[in-house]
């Protein structure tokens, strides 16, 4: 049997839920309604009916749009105490998902089910107020993606997708690379050989070491 999902972590990631009366909590966290996704996994793919609203306990999901080419184009990435856009829109306009969500790590999540995500939003305005919000800043991520895919060098993409990733030190292969910018691996490879060349980054197996910080920081800004 699944074990449910601790009261006090679901309400440090999601405090907008601890206005509810603790019979209404303890419904939402019933054992059957925890999922535990290996890393890898589909969450959700395109033209499936939505069947709930996911609370992200642990783990990232990132969301992604198949072109008929076969590209991937990553849209955003799902961190517990977040939730999906497309989700929600999917369960407010009684339609199919129109993108694919991917396990990237192994994930624990809370589905809340349709009745109950709509139940949500007419009676407790804290929530309604966090699904809107959510809308509104992912609408912004949206289209900071739109002007760097119409209008930036994809150079400059890549820079800003290294320089995004914490660590010096990056675990990623030019294909994985290739699928967040929506490009593909060639021409993704060809960019990081000059980089390589200009001193920016050390090329690796599998990995790169990120060299020079601040001259990936000003090709990404030119």
Known sequence: MTAAV?????????????????????ALLRPEATMHVPAGSQVFGEHQPCHGFPLL?????????????????????VLPGGSCI????????????????????PLTLLALPTGE???LLLEHPPFRDFVFHLFADRIGELMQLVEE???????????????????NVLAVTHQQLADELGSVREIVSRLLKGFAAQGLILPGREQLTITDRPGLQKLASM
Request: with cysteine; glycine share 6%; aromatic share 6%.
């Open 86 to 105: 497309i989700s929600s829109s999917c369960l407010l306009g009684h339609s199919d998902y129109n993108a694919r969500g991917l396990a990237e790590t």
């Open 149 to 167: 895919v119409a209008f930036a060098r994809l150079d400059q993409r890549l820079a800003k997708l290294l320089l995004a990733r914490k660590d």
């Open 57 to 77: 306990i642990e783990g990232s999901i990132k969301v992604i749009k198949l072109a008929a080419s076969g590209r991937e184009l990553l849209l955003y990435r």
């Open 6 to 26: 601790d009261p006090q972590k679901l309400l440090n990631l999601y405090p907008v839920l601890a206005g509810l009366p603790p019979a209404r909590l303890a």
């Open 117 to 119: 995500f709509s139940q």
